[in-house]
């Protein structure tokens, strides 16, 4: 019984901490719609600021803490209020990127800014006072400290929401912005206040549970999904069941820390136990409210066969030209490119064309990875096909939540099934089921083989790199073949209104359950052919944090463009992993960028996307078959010169790179000559006495509705 005292004790202790974080997400979110997955990096910004003016500076605690929650927050809430300001009438899907990309760019500085292989730790308040005594437990000041300032903390908010002005401004603004509008609120301040009280109460958060943990940017930041938890518990609306779900997560891990039994294959579940609870939170709990909300969507472009199979002969000559001109070495950090494309592409079906959000691809790649190490030891082929499958079933159970959660629900649920991966699944040594053994990285790496096709075996690093482009080429086609065809017209329908396709007869279980599946697949395909060129993999290769960059490079290039893949590949492990060995000092700021991306993304700058930008630049070099065959036969020039060691490979690079710049510059002048001289041949004579365009229909409706 006193066992079960003092780990009840430490649980309320823990609750308070998530009690107060969760507090101030759910006040963000009720008051501007947007559900801020940077709020627990918030919490741990505040954290490292807090040590390093502490422990690195020396700065007195009283102090310490003024500068960060009086100081720092508030700053912080109003920067972040005015970052998303302008996404506050956007879509779900751009509050969601703006979020992520926050979360992982607060991660990648503060790992910038604090070196992240040295241990820091912070001491816990009043560490030399006499602890109190409840019966046969005790409780440190620390935690009664937290407890209280989580009592604080829902006292002012209920004073602050239903007493003060600014708070039934708050309450108005959530319930119809334009109507409080109308009546004298002003919603952009509603907006600011709850931003820098979120802020605070993350950064209080953060501080108090900082002495208790491991001061490590990405364990902070994950320790929100606890915080996630109890918000859901509330709805994201209702501050008491916040408080209560915050509770029962706080005891269900420190019951679990005090009674689960000594099992080698029971650690990671303690670990894993939030996200559990989140996803059975997220499944049991009515969310109807996000249902329907704002949405706009960007336009899918449906990609021509003729143009579908040019780029995937484009991808693989590119493949080629990189396993034939780069050494072993080079191969195996380049390489992986279109191995991660292959993974990118697979956000194109699921989230492009179906409109489902997920932030477990990497983790699905994860899966494949493995599965083919497994099944193919020795590289047969079979193995390949195999880790597909098992990746697609593991998309198909995905696929369960997603029948009941959309937007910001299903991107949770999403990120609480990575997390479980990473954190338990992955961890686990063999066991058998039935008989059959099942392994996964076995508390350590699994080696991965070439793949051999009929005794041809691939297990050099520039054969891999070729069959991974190969495969990327092959994955582009067929979703190229999905959107022309009736599944893909469907998953599209399916994005624009689910209840418009059901109304129509569509079968809402079969497609999300095939779309979740196809996509899966397609990232376990990613996952194999990455874990070849690695040769081997662990488990911190395809954990959550991991997989953020992708999903943000994702959807920057465009997540219904068929040159997803591509871009996104060529991204990753083309200028972010050369420029910082070329210039050492960029290191940490390279890690910075696909949040910059995301960033960018969701504040308008590339509004469909930049494959859609680039390839709106190259319109006229393509719909001129000189330029068009120029562009092409420029590189493939250059790369049979350096073949015969005619030139070297910087020459190849950027003699490609000048060229096809130069053609495609020379390819508009001629087209905007052109159509300059051609303003004035009258319109009848269109098509006759100079080339039909594309836009010339466009012009024609709106001259004859205008005339109407």
């Not at 209020?81 to 990648?108: C, F, N, P, Y």
């Not at 697609?392 to 959309?406: C, D, K, Q």
């Not at 300059?676 to 009848?684: I, L, Q, R």
Request: glycine fraction near 10%; aromatic fraction near 10%; charge should be neutral.
């Amino acid at each position: 019984m006193d066992q079960f005292l003092a780990f009840g004790i430490v649980g309320l202790s823990t609750a308070a901490v998530y009690a107060v974080i969760g507090s101030g997400l759910v006040l963000t979110h009720t008051t501007t719609g947007i559900f801020n997955f940077a709020h627990g990096a918030a919490g741990m910004m505040a954290a490292f600021s807090y040590w390093q003016l502490t422990a690195g500076w020396g700065v007195p605690v009283p102090i310490a803490l003024a500068v960060v929650l009086l100081v720092l927050a508030p700053l912080s809430g109003l920067l972040v209020e005015r970052a998303l300001r302008a996404v506050q009438g956007l879509g779900d899907a751009e509050k969601l990127v703006m979020t992520v990309a926050l979360l992982s760019g607060l991660i990648a500085t503060a790992r910038w800014i604090w070196d992240p292989m040295r241990a820091r730790t912070l001491p816990t308040f009043f560490p030399d006072a006499e602890p109190l005594r409840l019966g046969a437990a005790t409780v440190t000041w620390h935690q009664a400290l937290t407890m209280l300032v989580a009592v604080a903390v829902a006292v002012a908010l209920r004073v602050l929401l239903f007493n003060t002005r600014t708070g039934a401004e708050m309450r108005a603004t959530v319930d119809d912005r334009a109507l409080a509008g109308l009546t004298g609120a002003d919603p952009v301040r509603a907006n600011r206040v709850a931003w820098i009280l979120g802020i605070e109460l993350a950064a209080v958060g953060g501080i108090l549970i900082a002495p208790t943990v491991s001061l490590d940017a990405a364990t902070l930041s994950l320790l929100i999904v606890s915080a996630y938890t109890a918000a859901i518990f509330g709805r994201l609306r209702s501050l008491p069941m916040t408080f209560f779900g915050a509770v029962v997560v706080g005891l269900m891990e420190s019951y679990l820390t005090g009674y689960l039994p000594q099992n080698e294959y029971l650690p990671g579940l303690r670990l894993a136990a939030p996200a559990l609870l989140l996803l059975a939170a997220l499944l049991l709990f009515p969310h109807g409210r996000l249902r329907g909300r704002d949405r706009k969507l960007s336009p899918v472009p449906t990609p021509s066969r003729s143009g579908a199979v040019f780029f995937a002969a484009v991808i693989v000559v590119l493949g080629l030209m990189v396993a034939t001109t780069l050494g072993e070495s080079d191969l195996i950090a380049y390489g992986p490119m279109f191995a991660f494309g292959v993974i990118a592409l697979s956000f194109v079906p699921l989230s492009g064309y179906a409109g489902q959000i997920s932030l477990a691809q990497l983790s699905m790649a994860g899966i494949g990875a493995v599965a083919y190490a497994h099944l193919a030891p020795d590289g047969q082929w079979w193995g390949l096909i195999g880790a597909v499958l098992i990746a697609a079933i593991a998309g198909a159970l995905v696929a369960i939540p997603a029948l009941r959660l959309s937007g910001v629900y299903l991107a949770l649920g999403t990120a609480a099934f990575a997390v479980i991966l990473d954190r338990w699944i992955f961890t686990l040594p063999a066991f058998e089921i039935a008989g059959v053994r099942i392994s996964f990285f076995d508390q350590g790496s699994v080696e991965v083989a070439g793949v051999t096709f009929f005794g041809l075996e691939l297990d050099t690093a520039a054969g891999i790199t070729v069959f991974a482009a190969v495969c990327l080429a092959v994955a582009t086609l067929g979703v190229a073949a999905l959107r022309r065809g009736r599944f893909g017209r469907r998953l599209i329908a399916l994005r624009d209104s689910e209840a418009a396709y059901a109304t129509l007869g569509g079968n809402l279980l079969l497609a999300k359950v095939a779309v979740f599946a196809l996509s899966a697949g397609l990232a376990g395909l990613g996952g194999a052919l990455y874990g070849m060129q690695m040769g081997s993999v662990t488990p911190e290769q395809f954990n959550f944090v991991a997989g953020m960059p992708i999903f943000l490079v994702a959807v920057f290039a465009g997540l219904g463009a068929l040159g997803n893949g591509l871009f996104v590949g060529v991204a990753l492990y083309g200028p972010l992993l050369a420029v910082p060995v070329l210039f050492p000092s960029t290191e940490n700021f390279i890690h910075v960028i696909p949040a910059l991306a995301g960033i960018a993304f969701g504040g308008g700058v590339v509004s469909h996307g930049a494959v859609a930008r680039i390839r709106e630049g190259f319109e006229p070099a393509i719909r001129n078959r000189v330029a068009l065959a120029t562009m092409a036969g420029i590189p493939v020039v250059l790369w049979l010169l350096r073949l015969a060691g005619v030139i070297d490979g910087w020459i190849l690079f950027w003699g490609s790179a000048i060229g096809v710049f130069a053609v495609r510059i020379w390819a508009n002048n001629r087209e905007q000559r052109a159509a300059a001289s051609e303003s004035d041949v009258p319109v009848e004579w269109w098509g006759v006495k100079r080339p039909w365009r594309a836009a010339d229909k466009e012009v024609l409706e709106h001259a004859i509705t205008a005339a109407r």
